[in-house]
């Protein structure tokens, strides 16, 4: 089985939050995630709380499938709308994600969007996002998703050679890319995003060079790239366990890394997170850095995760269950954890080290702030950043970021 959440806490019935977190929603980005949890093939090696077809009793339309996820979504927005403070501020970013959002008709995807702007307000420059596979779009959904309202969308590239996407159980061709693309600046979006693997069994470095040299050829404004992982409990992991695949290999993982850097790089494209880059500052995908920032945000849909003032909490994982507690008009929501401040400090250090624009050495005790010094003599922090009260990473550093956050979080 995929990776669980933690225990948690129950989460209460109606979902109602602590009156503490509420004071802290006017002062921050809130932001919406919507998680679409439906493919219409497994890939190997994902964890992520999906289901095909075969998974729900052989057909996604059904009483848990496409034809009522919506309607069932639209119920938790309203629900969420209830239970927070007047003085929300607008959505700032908006994120479709999955699974495969667009195996639903552009038109529920747009209805979607349409609840929440009802519920909540979209800011004046709101990002939208959707996450796209380049089989599932085809050049009327784009133009609908983008005349409802969606400024961002994100292509699932993977790589561009035919026989690591069959290592990586991807159904598109290397071709489909070029073409999705070219759609989706026909129909006007702002920002177009790609995203890629590394490291998947049977990849060389010259098939991880030519999928990067065809990404950038396709002028995309966003990369992200993923080293593959080995989750417990995906196909990907029972093939290593038999010996069939070998797991991949850290060194190598490195200098694919390095290489993909070296080539967006060139092509004009600046880290400014670990695994992301950008053409331009207004390119970053504003979603995520709410997430690195701690900011807040609701996730609507099955095994959603959501954090408002301190207090994350996450839903049911299955689309029946789902359905069924927003049916009798209960929270979706599992279980829950209420932060406490130094809980909090420890994932800022976490997470915000991993950001270019790097961490407030405020954020560190005086041991962090002593190790920091150590991490500079190492290479892994930059001087000039921690001359101006900021950690940020080498290069190197990015390679061994869990090393930094040991030295800097000392137990």
């Not at 003085?87 to 209805?111: C, H, I, K, Q």
Request: aromatic share 6%; hydrophobic share 40%; with cysteine.
């Amino acid at each position: 089985m995929p990776q669980m959440p933690p225990d948690g806490a129950p989460a209460p019935d109606d979902g109602a939050l602590p009156v503490a977190s509420l004071t802290e929603v006017a002062g921050r980005p809130f932001g919406a995630y919507v998680h679409v949890p439906y493919c219409a093939a497994r890939c190997g090696y994902c964890d992520f709380n999906t289901y095909t077809a075969a998974d729900l009793g052989g057909a996604l339309i059904s009483s848990v499938g496409l034809t009522t996820f919506v309607d069932i979504a639209v119920q938790e927005i309203r629900l969420a709308r209830g239970l927070l403070p007047t003085d929300t501020p607008a959505l700032s970013t908006v994120f479709v994600g999955g699974g495969t959002p667009t195996l639903l008709p552009a038109n529920d995807l747009a209805r979607v969007l349409r609840t929440l702007a009802a519920e909540f307000g979209l800011a004046p420059d709101v990002e939208v996002t959707t996450e796209a596979n380049p089989e599932s779009v085809d050049p009327a959904q784009l133009e609908q998703l983008r005349a409802a309202g969606f400024t961002r969308i994100s292509f699932g590239m993977q790589s561009d050679r035919p026989h690591v996407l069959a290592a990586l159980d991807r159904r598109h061709t290397p071709g489909r890319v070029s073409e999705v693309m070219r759609w989706a600046r026909k129909a006007g979006f702002d920002q177009v995003s790609l995203d890629l693997i590394y490291g998947a069994p049977g990849e060389s470095e010259a098939d991880w060079e030519a999928s990067l040299r065809a990404a950038v050829a396709l002028g995309p404004d966003h990369v992200s790239a993923y080293a593959l992982t080995v989750e417990e409990g995906t196909k990907l992991s029972r093939r290593v366990r038999r010996g069939e695949l070998l797991e991949p290999d850290d060194d190598l993982l490195a200098d694919r890394y390095l290489l993909a850097d070296d080539l967006l790089g060139a092509a004009g494209l600046t880290n400014y997170e670990i695994s992301n880059w950008a053409r331009e500052p207004a390119a970053r995908c504003r979603h995520n850095l709410g997430y690195w920032h701690g900011d807040n945000w609701w996730g609507f849909g099955p095994g959603a995760h959501s954090h408002v003032g301190g207090v994350r909490w996450w839903n049911v994982r299955h689309p029946a269950e789902y359905a069924a507690r927003l049916g009798a008009d209960r929270s979706p929501a599992l279980a829950r954890e209420e932060l406490d401040e130094d809980t909090r400090r420890v994932e800022r250090v976490m997470l915000r080290v991993r950001l270019a624009d790097g961490l407030d050495v405020g954020e560190l005790d005086d041991a962090g702030r002593a190790a920091s010094g150590e991490l500079v003599d190492s290479g892994l922090v930059e001087a000039g950043g921690l001359e101006h009260g900021r950690i940020r990473l080498t290069r190197r550093g990015r390679l061994l970021t869990d090393t930094v956050v040991r030295a800097l979080l000392p137990t």
